[in-house]
């Protein structure tokens, strides 16, 4: 499996912007997808955005469209999540996961992801 470690998190006021990362290591990264996930106290974890092994094709929750945008760069292992126009509804833990294989498209679901980091943690603040 491959190892993910996040970072980027941190206290924001409302507005404003932060970008998370998702450092992959041990596995060769380009052979996954990745998502990112999040979750808010007493609340399930739920689906932000995600992309497939190559860039080619990503999704996101409506709640995030238009503010959110997912990237990634195979050669450096590394997925980035930048996060614009925060809104204290986005506080939460954010999660990334990885899913192997060579997929056309980005998965949306918690439950395909094999790999998960151990979450940054992202407070807005109004």
């Known amino acids: 499996q491959v190892q993910l470690v996040e970072s980027g998190g941190g206290l924001v006021q409302a507005g404003g912007s932060l970008r998370l990362s998702c450092a992959a290591s041990?596995?060769?990264?380009?052979?996954?997808?990745a998502g990112w996930f999040r979750q808010a106290p007493g609340k399930e974890r739920e689906f932000v955005a995600c992309?497939?092994?190559?860039?080619?094709?990503?999704a996101y929750a409506d709640s995030v469209k238009g503010r959110f945008t997912i990237s990634r760069d195979n050669a450096k292992n590394t997925v980035w999540l930048q996060m614009n126009s925060l809104k204290v509804e986005d506080t939460a833990v954010y999660y990334c996961?990885?899913?192997?294989?060579?997929?056309?498209?980005?998965?949306?679901?918690?439950?395909?992801?094999?790999?998960w980091g151990q979450g940054t943690q992202v407070t807005v603040s109004s």
């Open positions: 041990g596995r060769d990264f380009s052979f996954y997808s």
């Open positions: 992309i497939n092994w190559n860039g080619g094709d990503s």
């Open positions: 996961g990885a899913k192997f294989g060579l997929t056309s498209w980005a998965p949306v679901g918690a439950y395909e992801y094999g790999s």
